[in-house]
Each structure stands twice: as structure tokens, then as C-alpha cells.
């Protein structure tokens, strides 16, 4: 990668590759695509090839710096999000370790990537995805009328792509998917590295080790990942003890409290964050 792209992924969140493919390899990806099962494994041999790019394998190693897994997919842009169209996923605050990014006293740290790929052309308006560049770093809580896309607050934007190309975007990104007249042809792979606790699953065996039978329920608490089916427990603090709040929630540890009394909204307070400026 060169600093330029290095720049402009840590700060829109996003990176477009072009003309990875040759007009060849779309094809062949296009004909497969008509008959192909891309839930089945194995796969066909196109989106294997696509699966290993040797391009994409050289950005991911230099993104995520432990050994990188496919997490998920690949699957087709619109056939999962048909029944939330227009709403956004992702976002991060508070901070999700397992699908954190960040930039920090010289180290880059990446847990979740989406790799889609251009099966054809997209133009401007045409729908498909789209995302909220810079809102991997947001500090603040994401207004539930953007998540909804009842209001985009003129942030949401959709990627220009050619066929062929490639587009590298961090987990914790806005996106979704917005339909269009004939939504284009996008090929969607999540990557993770393989220290990132990514499901349930994972963490139920964690706890269920020897170990994890000594912990207090304080210290089980602590453990307890995000993305739980419930709320998790909350700790409360006075500062020398600690006890579980008898109320489930999400503690918001942002550094940014919009007062109420100020006259500044959410969506303004958010804007800002992300932006750096308001009108």
C-alpha cells in the first residue's frame, strides 16, 4: 500500500482498488454466478479465485496484522439486506474490540474487513451499497433516524465503481444497501483476524473452561462479550468497590455528552464528531 491509500483508508474507512480484475475473470465470474450456490461450499472456482486475489490477500496482510480468516460469505450485495434495505449496520461506539478499528501511536489495529467485488459497472444513483465514510472513528451514538435511513443527514454516500474493481472497507463502517431500478452486481467477503472473538459460540467455551468456574460474577461480567442476545450487566464503581447494577444496559464511555440544554441536537452533535465542521 502506498501512504496515500494508507491515508485515505485510516481516514474515510474505505479504499477502491481499480481494475483488479481483468475484463476475463468478470466474465467468468458473471456466467458462474448464474448457477452457483455461493452458500455451498466448495465453492466454484471463480469466487474461490476471488476468495485468494492475490491483490486482495497483499492489502489484507497489510490491514489486519495477525493472520486474517474468512469470516463469512461470499454472497451476493442486496440478497441478505432485502429485508433492511435502506438501513445501516456497523458503527462502534462504544468500541467493540472484536471489530475495532483504529490508529494509535503507530500501530493500526483491524479486526473486521468486508472485501466486495465489482461484477459490474455502478454508477451514480444506481443503489447498492453505500456507506458513511469516516464513521468507523465516531464517538458518538449514531442517530436512530440515520441507522433507519428514515433521514441520510446527507452523509450516506454510494461508491462509483467500474467492473473489476475492488472495494476494501472496515467492518465497523455505516453501510448498507440501498435498491435500485437493476442493482449492480457486487460479490461481498467479511475477513477477521483470528485473535478476534467473534461470536457467542466462541466465548461460551471460553467460559465454560476450568478457569473461567473460580471467577466471581463481577470478573464473568467483565467477560462477557458485545453483541450478547440481552443486554449485558452493567458495574458499577464507587470507586473502590464494585457491584452489578440490578438494571441490564449499554454503558455509552464516550468522551463527548451533548447537553440538553444547549440547543444542539443529536444529529448536530453527531455531524460534528464526524465531520468537523457544521452548518
Given at each position: 500500500?502506498?501512504?496515500?491509500?494508507?491515508?485515505?483508508?485510516?481516514?474515510?474507512?474505505?479504499?477502491?482498488?481499480?481494475?483488479?480484475?481483468?475484463?476475463?475473470?468478470?466474465?467468468?465470474?458473471?456466467?458462474a454466478?448464474?448457477?452457483?450456490?455461493?452458500?455451498?461450499?466448495?465453492?466454484?472456482?471463480?469466487?474461490?479465485?476471488?476468495?485468494?486475489?492475490?491483490i486482495?490477500?497483499?492489502?489484507?496482510?497489510q490491514?489486519?496484522?495477525?493472520?486474517?480468516?474468512?469470516?463469512?460469505?461470499?454472497?451476493?450485495?442486496?440478497?441478505?439486506?432485502?429485508?433492511?434495505?435502506?438501513?445501516?449496520?456497523?458503527?462502534?461506539?462504544?468500541?467493540?474490540?472484536?471489530?475495532?478499528?483504529?490508529?494509535?501511536?503507530?500501530?493500526?489495529?483491524?479486526?473486521?474487513?468486508?472485501?466486495?467485488?465489482?461484477?459490474?459497472?455502478?454508477?451514480?444513483?444506481?443503489?447498492?451499497?453505500?456507506?458513511?465514510?469516516?464513521?468507523?472513528?465516531?464517538?458518538?451514538?449514531?442517530?436512530?433516524?440515520?441507522?433507519?435511513?428514515?433521514?441520510?443527514?446527507?452523509?450516506?454516500?454510494?461508491?462509483?465503481?467500474?467492473?473489476?474493481?475492488?472495494?476494501?472497507?472496515?467492518?465497523?463502517?455505516?453501510?448498507?444497501?440501498?435498491?435500485?431500478?437493476?442493482?449492480?452486481?457486487?460479490?461481498?467477503y467479511?475477513?477477521?483476524?483470528?485473535?478476534?472473538?467473534?461470536?457467542?459460540?466462541?466465548?461460551?467455551?471460553?467460559?465454560?473452561?476450568?478457569?473461567?468456574?473460580?471467577?466471581?460474577?463481577?470478573?464473568?461480567?467483565?467477560?462477557?462479550?458485545?453483541?450478547?442476545?440481552?443486554?449485558?450487566?452493567?458495574?458499577?464503581?464507587?470507586?473502590?468497590?464494585?457491584?452489578i447494577?440490578?438494571?441490564?444496559?449499554?454503558?455509552?464511555?464516550?468522551?463527548?455528552?451533548?447537553?440538553?440544554?444547549?440547543?444542539?441536537?443529536?444529529?448536530?452533535?453527531?455531524?460534528?464528531?464526524l465531520?468537523?465542521?457544521?452548518?
Amino acid at each position: 500500500m502506498t501512504d496515500k491509500e494508507n491515508y485515505a483508508f485510516d481516514v474515510a474507512g474505505y479504499l477502491i482498488v481499480r481494475d483488479v480484475l481483468t475484463s476475463e475473470e468478470v466474465d467468468a465470474c458473471n456466467r458462474a454466478l448464474g448457477g452457483a450456490d455461493l452458500g455451498s461450499i466448495p465453492l466454484s472456482d471463480p469466487f474461490v479465485r476471488l476468495r485468494d486475489h492475490p491483490i486482495l490477500t497483499q492489502y489484507l496482510d497489510q490491514l489486519i496484522a495477525e493472520e486474517v480468516l474468512l469470516d463469512r460469505g461470499p454472497w451476493v450485495v442486496g440478497e441478505r439486506e432485502a429485508d433492511r434495505a435502506n438501513c445501516l449496520v456497523g458503527g462502534n461506539e462504544p468500541r467493540d474490540p472484536s471489530r475495532a478499528y483504529y490508529f494509535q501511536n503507530g500501530i493500526k489495529f483491524c479486526q473486521g474487513m468486508l472485501a466486495i467485488w465489482a461484477l459490474s459497472d455502478v454508477h451514480p444513483g444506481d443503489g447498492g451499497f453505500v456507506l458513511v465514510p469516516a464513521s468507523h472513528k465516531s464517538s458518538v451514538e449514531t442517530p436512530s433516524d440515520l441507522v433507519s435511513g428514515t433521514d441520510d443527514m446527507g452523509l450516506v454516500s454510494q461508491p462509483v465503481l467500474k467492473a473489476g474493481d475492488l472495494l476494501l472497507c472496515v467492518e465497523t463502517i455505516l453501510h448498507g444497501f440501498v435498491p435500485g431500478k437493476e442493482a449492480p452486481r457486487l460479490v461481498a467477503y467479511g475477513y477477521a483476524s483470528e485473535t478476534a472473538l467473534r461470536n457467542l459460540a466462541q466465548a461460551d467455551q471460553s467460559l465454560a473452561e476450568a478457569w473461567a468456574s473460580e471467577m466471581t460474577p463481577l470478573q464473568r461480567a467483565v467477560m462477557l462479550p458485545a453483541g450478547c442476545p440481552d443486554h449485558p450487566p452493567v458495574l458499577k464503581s464507587d470507586g473502590e468497590t464494585c457491584e452489578i447494577a440490578e438494571t441490564p444496559g449499554i454503558f455509552h464511555p464516550s468522551i463527548y455528552r451533548r447537553d440538553p440544554d444547549c440547543g444542539m441536537d443529536e444529529k448536530e452533535l453527531y455531524q460534528w464528531d464526524l465531520c468537523g465542521h457544521l452548518v
